[in-house]
């Protein structure tokens, strides 16, 4: 990547770039602040191979330490900025960085686990004064020199990124990417996901320390086109931002399309310029409607931080809703049932992979002792742990996590199905269904757990008769969760786990409802 940005930069000069919380960037200002940054790094020790993490949030610093990774030949390890306490000290020890850079409102967090982190040397806080013993980074990036460091060895094999998964079905894995995993993944944004022209802008509101955010900087840098990054998700004013920017183009992650949809519609709703949405889990019930709306079309594809360019989509456009389009020609891909055969068209599987190029995947997980483990098995195949089914006209349809699923009486149960369900109910605008044990036993119960929309008080006996009449029997929840919201990581994906391990306290049972009424009934 730092032959692209150099390239870029040397090609487009003044040219905007990128639009951040805190600066707008030029292509020659984003490769000056690079050189700056890793000039100054340097000076702290940091090297080709060593992991340097970015405790921030979306702005300079963030950006300025990814890009000075690119030229020092470090890896850039971006820590999930709500992170504290010991899920912080966890994560940022198994990495195991020397150096830190970390915002001066995140500072106290990082000072707080800080002596569980022996191999951290040096702290950069940015945005203010941080605690003693650490650096400024305007001290650091004022000082530093424009010039840029010393050329690389060609190595696309050379380790070039370590990220976190989000933690959606338990602890958080470290997956490293190779040099040549960075470039082909950022290409492939800018050509087949978010395929800008020239000059155009790109908008996001993602975490920058998330895989979709970052390609959809990548886009831009590799298509020559502008990206304008936000702090977070705001649903009012929206598309109020994106029309000042002049967008042609968003991403999205989990529930982003529901609110927006939630939103009292206007009549200029549709004046602006997007023409196209990207990201994962497009709700099917709202997704033609959104169209229409807001005068743009919804790609929904499927891709994990472990599959870097191995993603799947659309052929051609528009898109069927609910399908996740197909896998692109850099892997093969399998479903595979449960007895290792592959699955038949529209019954589930699990979702295997394997690239032709296994340098455009990433390298495996990071082990406690800094070794990192291969992903495939025997044949070269990536299990992936998704559940996929083909429809009739050979199409993905994403089913779930493989951990998610629901075993329910001699049936395997895709969440998704039921979610689905619950969704079509008018008051529901979230809804999460997960497996339960009950008494003891290994089979599970199915527990749904919705959030009503604004003004709206679901009734959990009404939503369960209105599943009772879109499901069959045995995909009925038998506990209902009406809640306010639902746990999820900062890329808004739903915690599963976490509401599986809530349990059934306090829930609604519709077990316990029939027996109440048939004693009633009797006493009649």
């Not at 980074?137 to 530093?144: F, G, P």
């Not at 840098?221 to 502008?226: A, E, N, P």
């Not at 429809?391 to 089913?399: L, Q, T």
């Not at 599943?467 to 069959?472: C, D, F, Q, V, Y």
Request: net charge negative; glycine share 12%; with cysteine.
């Amino acid at each position: 990547m730092r032959s692209v940005l150099e390239h870029q930069a040397a090609r487009l000069g003044g040219r905007p770039f990128l639009s951040l919380p805190d600066a707008r960037l030029s292509y020659a200002e984003a490769d000056e602040l690079a050189n700056r940054v890793a000039s100054g790094l340097a000076g702290h020790g940091v090297g080709p191979g060593d992991v340097v993490m970015a405790h921030c949030g979306n702005g300079v610093p963030l950006v300025g330490t990814w890009f000075a990774c690119m030229k020092l030949g470090a890896v850039f390890m971006p820590v999930n900025s709500l992170l504290s306490g010991d899920p912080l000290r966890k994560v940022m020890g198994h990495a195991g960085g020397a150096v830190a850079v970390c915002d001066a409102s995140l500072a106290p967090a990082l000072a707080a686990v800080r002596p569980g982190l022996p191999r951290l040397r040096h702290v950069v806080v940015a945005g203010g004064e941080g605690p003693p013993g650490t650096h400024a980074w305007d001290a650091l990036v004022d000082s530093a020199s424009s010039s840029p460091p010393p050329p690389l060895a060609d190595d696309p094999a050379a380790p070039a990124k370590l990220m976190y998964t989000s933690g959606t079905t338990g602890t958080p894995k470290g997956v490293r990417w190779s040099r040549a995993c960075e470039v082909t993944w950022g290409r492939a944004y800018g050509d087949e996901l978010l395929p800008l022209e020239a000059g155009e802008t790109v908008f996001s509101c993602l975490p920058l320390a998330h895989v979709t955010c970052q390609g959809t900087v990548l886009a831009a840098l590799h298509r020559g086109g502008r990206a304008v990054v936000e702090a977070g998700f705001h649903p009012y004013g929206f598309w109020r931002r994106l029309r000042q920017a002049d967008a042609v183009m968003f991403s999205f992650v989990g529930t982003i399309l529901s609110v927006l949809a939630s939103r009292p519609p206007r009549p200029d709703d549709a004046d602006n310029a997007v023409r196209r949405v990207m990201g994962s889990g497009a709700p099917t019930l709202i997704w033609p409607a959104f169209e229409e709306r807001f005068g743009c079309q919804v790609v929904d594809v499927w891709g994990q931080t472990e599959t870097a360019a191995c993603w799947t989509r659309p052929r051609r456009l528009p898109q069927r809703p609910g399908t996740i389009g197909r896998p692109s020609p850099r892997f093969e891909a399998r479903v595979v049932a449960h007895d290792g055969a592959d699955a038949a068209p529209g019954d589930d599987g699990e979702l295997w992979i394997r690239p032709q190029d296994r340098l455009d995947m990433f390298e495996g997980y990071l082990g406690d002792d800094g070794r990192v483990t291969p992903p495939w098995d025997g044949d070269g195949w990536y299990h992936s742990g998704d559940l996929m089914r083909r429809d009739d006209h050979g199409e993905y349809v994403f089913a779930g996590r493989r951990r998610d699923a629901i075993r329910r009486r001699g049936e395997i149960l895709a969440p998704g199905e039921i979610e689905e369900a619950a969704l079509a109910h008018p008051g529901v605008l979230e809804a999460a269904a997960v497996g339960v044990p009950v008494d003891g036993r290994k089979d599970e119960e199915v527990k749904l757990c919705a959030v009503a929309g604004d003004g709206v008080e679901l009734d959990a006996a009404e939503l369960h008769e209105f599943l009772s009449n879109r499901l069959p029997k045995f995909m009925v929840p038998r506990y209902v969760d009406i809640r306010s919201d639902l746990p999820k990581t900062p890329t808004t994906r739903v915690r599963k786990y976490q509401l599986a391990d809530e349990g059934t306290a306090g829930t609604w049972d519709a077990k316990t409802r029939s027996i109440v009424a048939e004693t009633m009934m009797k006493k009649e």
